[in-house]
């Protein structure tokens, strides 16, 4: 089955630096790498998501990357700012189905002002 | 839209007791899952069910149970509470169980569930 594996487990920053999460997977098949956010207290939310026909995927501030013959992508946030703190979830979805979704780690982020 | 709705938001079990934790969603979703966070490893998938009726097992099933009765509602049950039960809880609800692209989770506030 599908194994994601997310890297670092925290990350500081500096308000106004660039932060970068990195995760690989193992299923080649998987077809579907969302991210999601998770403020103190609440629910994972989607914030972006990407298909593996797709290389880059850009959103304001943030953006993914995904290099299918490496088997990773990434989540790049430039410009952070405080209430970029969170924790992030990044996931992949082989052509299965949803419920076939394995969530990396979590990597709990904090910009610091 | 009330979204996905979990109560309660807070449980202290004793070791034994049984409870159920509530999910409902307001979206007309076919798929609804729970899952379990817990530090340093993410989240773990518990039952999922594709649509009423339907129900089936995900990565860590052993000690719950859930039902489907009806779209909006997915229980999940803790049948004799054990304390590596204790976890927070996540329900989530998604348009298509089946089709990746169309997977976005949407998930409740979440439920911290103690068990001394």
């Known amino acids: 089955g599908e194994n994601v594996e997310q890297h670092p487990s925290t990350l500081s920053v500096q308000e106004g630096d660039s932060a970068v999460i990195k995760c690989t997977y193992s299923?080649?098949?998987?077809?579907?790498f969302p991210w999601y956010k998770q403020e103190l207290g609440k629910g994972p939310q989607l914030i972006i998501d990407?298909?593996?026909?797709?290389g880059e995927k850009k959103d304001q501030r943030i953006a993914v990357t995904l290099n299918k013959t490496a088997k990773h992508f990434s989540l790049h946030i430039t410009e952070t700012q405080p209430e970029d703190s969170a924790v992030y979830f990044c996931?992949?979805?082989?052509?299965?189905?949803?419920?076939?979704?394995?969530f990396g780690a979590g990597t709990r982020l904090f910009v610091k002002a | 839209n009330a979204g996905v709705t979990q109560t309660p938001k807070f449980q202290v079990l004793k070791t034994g007791q049984s409870m159920t934790l509530q999910c409902a969603q307001d979206?007309?979703?076919?798929?609804m899952s729970w899952y379990r966070q817990d530090p340093g490893m993410g989240l773990r998938l518990i039952h999922y069910?594709?649509?009423?009726?339907?129900?089936d097992q995900g990565e860590v099933p052993n000690g719950y149970n859930v039902s489907r009765s009806t779209t909006e509602d997915f229980p999940l049950r803790l049948l004799s509470a054990a304390p590596s039960q204790t976890s927070v809880y996540f329900c989530?609800?998604?348009?298509?169980?089946?089709?990746?692209?169309?997977?976005?989770?949407?998930f409740g506030q979440g439920t911290r569930l103690t068990v001394v």
């Open positions: 989530a609800s998604s348009y298509d169980g089946f089709d990746p692209l169309n997977t976005e989770a949407f």
């Open positions: 299923d080649s098949a998987s077809n579907y």
């Open positions: 990407i298909r593996s026909n797709v």
């Open positions: 996931a992949a979805t082989p052509p299965t189905g949803g419920f076939k979704t394995i």
């Open positions: 979206m007309n979703h076919e798929y």
């Open positions: 069910s594709v649509g009423a009726g339907i129900t």
